[in-house]
């Protein structure tokens, strides 16, 4: 079947986390995503209340994130705040993982706190997704993750917070996110149970429909407006959104 605008629409999360967000911003982002009918927004954790306020008699559900951007509470910290973003109303928590645990090789210690983490969620009717910062990350960990994953029963795998920038030897930062590389790695080493979330430089129509191709669920996005306006503007025109894909990209084999 052709791509329709909500099939778009519900790929994006719609991301409210910049820390320079203020109340009004968080509202506004809430209406936009009300309007647009998003699959979710992903809020900061305080204002959890606001967005479930705004969004309560809608299908855009209402998520947050955990130990964010950095991953470095313990295990317990990790739990007493899934603990209160699900009583305060999310039903969709992005977790980051222990970031240097993982790249230590201590993947006992980062399945344990996914476990743990994914078993308070789903008792409470919510879904986990567990970030991994992939910018940080070789391949084989990646894959380690994506195993782990599938193994603790967490409903998506995700490639980035949106802020793991990586220094430079000039001392600068820059930061990749979402790449196709990781995309269909994450997504060939994940069950079908398990789905990919992207996060992080799939700011264009174009790119959210070539990762559509490569098997990707969802997406986070601030640039929501701008995509699900292009959307609806070439639909109108009856060109089809799946002509938009890179298909050297995702291999067109769709």
Known sequence: MPLTLKDMAKMIDHSLLHPTMTD???????????????????IKPYALPLACGILKSSDVLVG?????????????IKLKETEQALSDGAVEIDMVIN?????GGDWAYVEDEIRRLNT?????????KVIFE????????????CEICSDTGAAFVKTSTGYGFVKQDNGMYSYKGATAEHLKLMRKNSPDSVKVK?????????????????????IG????AVILDEA????SKGEKLEDLADREISGGEY
């Open 24 to 42: 009004r911003d968080l509202t506004e982002g809430c209406e936009l995503a009300l309007k647009y009918d998003t699959a979710s927004v992903c």
């Open 64 to 76: 947050t994130v955990i130990s964010f951007p950095h991953g470095n509470s313990k295990t317990a």
């Open 99 to 103: 970031i240097g645990k993982a790249l």
């Open 120 to 128: 308070m969620t789903v008792s409470a009717g919510a879904i986990l």
């Open 134 to 145: 992939n910018d940080f990350m070789e391949n084989d960990e990646i894959i380690k993750l």
């Open 198 to 218: 992207a996060a992080g430089g799939v700011r264009t129509l174009k790119d959210m429909v070539t990762a559509r191709m490569m098997g990707v669920s969802r």
């Open 221 to 224: 996005a601030t640039a929501t």
């Open 232 to 235: 609806e503007t070439r639909l």
